[in-house]
């Protein structure tokens, strides 16, 4: 079976919404081991989405269509598929009845225009909707079929998941199973170098993504069952992480702050953070994880100087003399709430996050980070962008390098340099 998603909406082409309908479909169908061909986004048109349909099936056997069933008259998706088959019309009296009681249930009286999403085409399979007016429809003429959800993805994820998922398993002789690798610290084309025999594979295929400030290497396989898919990844996947090493930070881990927050758990081990120019971020990266507070001591947001001073110990000649985006200043702030926590690691990040610089000397972008276990020293400075939309990107991308620094030192990573005892280091640091 090939499949072929249509998209229905003005709105969608508009960029008023975001189609996240396409991203759940392509993941279930590739679930159920149905090859999705193409995916088509189309407006509120009834010439454009016949224009779709043709298309569709020069390519595809199935076409799922999302969206323009509601009552309007630029709601016109099934409108226009029943008549793409030739197919009438037909007031459902029990659907209209359905549709009354669902505004009912709510207190309402149900306007005229509801009544549209009583009508059927003929000769098709009902898809009722438990969670708002619209049903969904299944359409099949010869080997071309045509299935219609609506658009709100609470009416039309559990409509698929429930409905249309036991109706496709019949046509479907394999599983697509994925698993994906996790990096950070190495670009996508270092990591691609590093497995670039692998990406010649058929079956499994891998595949290198690169996202913010990290870098993903996906392994999908298609067999006849789930387990026939693992057993088909398993080495590749051992492969892999026996070439990129401690880059690897998880297998299908959904983040950085997710992998790091179980690792801490595994190793039972606390951390507590002192952000300036990320302003609480890496803390509520951290606290975004369930059972967070296994690991989490606390978060000081520390912009002004003076409060790095009182609060963390910094010294306020050094930040005179330095400037709060230096290496000195970030090991005093991780030492500080290291100590002023109890945290078993402290770790802070300092720097110019843009789009201006507060110091002509140093430029927008220029990030310092340090991590201390209260003997041992791990600095770490890198370069963010320097113009355009950098602020959002470097402050996240500051936080990312914070929490892989913290997780490499926990590990005890060989990628690490070491500064040494950080009492020794900030006490000979050159003053002078």
Do not use: W
Not at 238 to 249: F, M, N, S
Not at 404 to 422: A, D
């Amino acid at each position: 079976m090939n499949c072929e998603l249509i998209s229905v909406g003005t709105e969608i082409l508009l960029g008023d919404i975001l189609n996240t309908n396409a991203r759940f479909l392509s993941k279930e169908l590739a679930a159920l081991g149905i090859s999705l061909m193409y995916q088509t986004t189309v407006g509120d048109n009834e010439e454009r989405l016949k224009a779709a349909l043709d298309t569709a099936f020069t390519r595809a056997d199935t076409v799922i269509l999302t969206g323009g069933l509601g009552p309007t008259p630029d709601d016109l998706t099934k409108e226009v598929c029943a008549d793409y088959f030739g197919k009438k019309l037909i007031m459902r009296e029990d659907i209209l009845e359905e549709i009354r009681s669902y505004f009912l249930s709510k207190g309402l009286t149900m306007p005229e225009s509801n009544g549209k999403q009583a009508m059927v085409p003929e000769d098709s399979t009902v898809l009722p909707n438990k969670n708002g007016t619209a049903p969904g429809f299944i359409m099949q003429q010869n080997e071309r079929k045509i299935i219609i959800l609506p658009g709100p993805p609470r009416e039309m994820e559990p409509m698929f998941t429930e409905q249309v998922v036991p109706y496709l398993r019949k046509f479907s002789q394999a599983v697509i199973k994925s698993h994906t690798v996790r990096t950070f610290g190495i670009g996508e084309s270092a990591m691609s170098e590093r497995v670039a025999d692998l990406l010649e594979n058929a079956n499994p295929t891998v595949a290198p993504y690169a996202k913010d400030g990290e870098a993903l290497l996906r392994i999908t396989a298609k067999a006849e069952s789930e387990e026939a898919a693992d057993e088909l990844i398993s080495p590749l996947l051992e492969d892999i992480k026996a070439r990129l090493g401690c880059c690897v930070y998880g297998i299908d881990a959904q983040s950085i702050e997710e992998a790091t927050v179980s690792l801490m758990k595994e190793r039972g081990v606390t951390v507590a953070f002192a952000e300036s120019c990320t302003a609480g971020l890496c803390a509520k990266r951290i606290t975004d994880i369930s059972g967070a507070s296994e690991v989490f001591h606390c978060g000081v947001v520390s912009y002004s100087n003076e409060i790095k001073s009182k609060i963390l110990g910094v010294a306020s000649e050094d930040l005179d003399r330095f400037g709060a985006v230096s290496d000195i200043v970030a090991a005093q702030m991780a030492l500080g709430v290291k100590s002023l926590s109890g945290a078993d690691y402290g770790v802070a990040v300092t720097g110019m996050a843009g789009p201006t610089s507060d110091d002509p000397e140093k430029e927008v972008g220029l990030i310092y980070i340090a991590v201390t276990d209260g003997e041992s020293l791990y600095l770490k400075e890198f370069h963010g962008r320097k113009s355009g939309s950098c602020r959002d990107y470097n402050r996240f991308v500051a936080a990312s390098n914070a929490i892989n620094q913290l997780r490499l030192c926990i590990i005890k990573s060989p990628q690490l340099r070491s500064e040494g005892n950080i009492k020794e280091f900030i006490n000979s640091y050159p003053r002078n």
